[in-house]
């Protein structure tokens, strides 16, 4: 553990204390970084190494870059940055040019899907399968009021359209979400809505719903956990969540490939994220794996909101 004399020599220094007030709050590259204090790579990786040298931040590998947070602060640090936060004159525009930063990774995320609108359902894409749905539609009980989050063209929504009460497709994508109501129109289904919103601040009022569905949808949040969160407050109490994704995978080209931006989860994860959000009766398992390289398998999560 770095002594208490390093870690306050480097903090000292006004642009790590800059780094460390945007790492707080969001995991961002070396990239971004400079793209938000407008300064050297070079520059820029200093600060962290110094910064990891003292125990305050770590990196995750992502693709072909690593994204770095803040290491959980203690109080005495959280009293540091709170203060840090209004001392500093470029604390406010930094955290404007993060927002920014954040809305160009999900702006590259949106222009995928808006590029291959139409065609999805044809081509190939991890974890899709007939048997993982299957699996699932095996625990819905309708009829509901059901939620798609990261509809995308709506094929599954269509599905559930059949016997619920009522489907709402929320996605990010204008283009997928025309797809959908195209495909609704014209097979007459008219118990479905598409609404155009992220699932990590969902378009949709307050227990309002029965069940919300992420169908190999979650891996594209940029916070997993704020998405689970959105869910439950969207749901009815004792209302279901039910979730389909990749188990965790090393499968990296899925970054570029399908504009993923976290390679699946393990049963754990998705069962912390859960309780975060207060779920109950938490039931996690694998229903599929896939024969091709890289066998990627399908992992399933139900559980309940508490009445």
Do not use: C
């Not at 991890?126 to 819905?140: D, I």
């Amino acid at each position: 553990m770095p002594s208490i004399l390093k870690i306050l020599r480097v903090v000292a220094d006004p642009n790590r204390l800059r780094i460390l007030l945007l790492l707080r709050g969001e995991e961002l590259s070396v990239a971004e970084l400079q793209e938000i204090l407008i300064m050297g790579q070079s520059t820029i990786s200093t600060h962290l190494s110094l910064l990891k040298q003292a125990g305050l931040v770590e990196d995750r590998r992502t693709g072909k870059s690593n994204l770095y947070s803040l290491i959980g602060p203690d109080s005495i640090l959280t009293s540091l940055l709170n203060q840090a936060h209004e001392e500093i004159p470029e604390a406010a525009s930094d955290q404007a040019s993060m927002r920014r930063v954040l809305r160009k990774r999900q702006d590259k995320m949106r222009s995928f899907f808006d590029s291959v609108a139409g065609r999805l359902g044809k081509d190939y894409v991890p974890g899709k399968s007939w048997k993982s749905v299957a699996e699932a539609l095996l625990r819905l009980m309708p009829p509901m009021i059901i939620a798609d989050l990261g509809a995308g063209e709506g094929a599954f929504s269509l599905l559930l359209a059949q016997r619920a009460q009522k489907v709402i497709a929320v996605d990010t994508s204008a283009k997928m979400l025309e797809v959908g109501r195209e495909d609704a129109l014209r097979h007459g289904i008219a118990n479905i809505e598409f609404r155009l919103g992220d699932m990590e601040e969902v378009p949709i009022e307050t227990a309002a719903v029965d069940l919300v569905f992420f169908s190999q949808s979650l891996h594209h949040a940029l916070h997993p956990e704020r998405a689970v969160s959105e869910a439950a407050r969207i749901l009815v109490p004792g209302g279901r969540i039910v979730i389909l994704d990749l188990m965790k995978h090393r499968f990296e080209e899925a970054r570029e490939l399908y504009a993923d931006e976290w390679l699946g989860f393990t049963e754990t994860e998705l069962e912390s994220m859960l309780e975060k959000s207060s779920f109950q009766q938490i039931q996690t398992s694998v229903v599929h794996k896939e024969p091709e390289t890289p066998q990627f398998q399908t992992l399933l999560a139900v559980a309940n909101k508490p009445i």
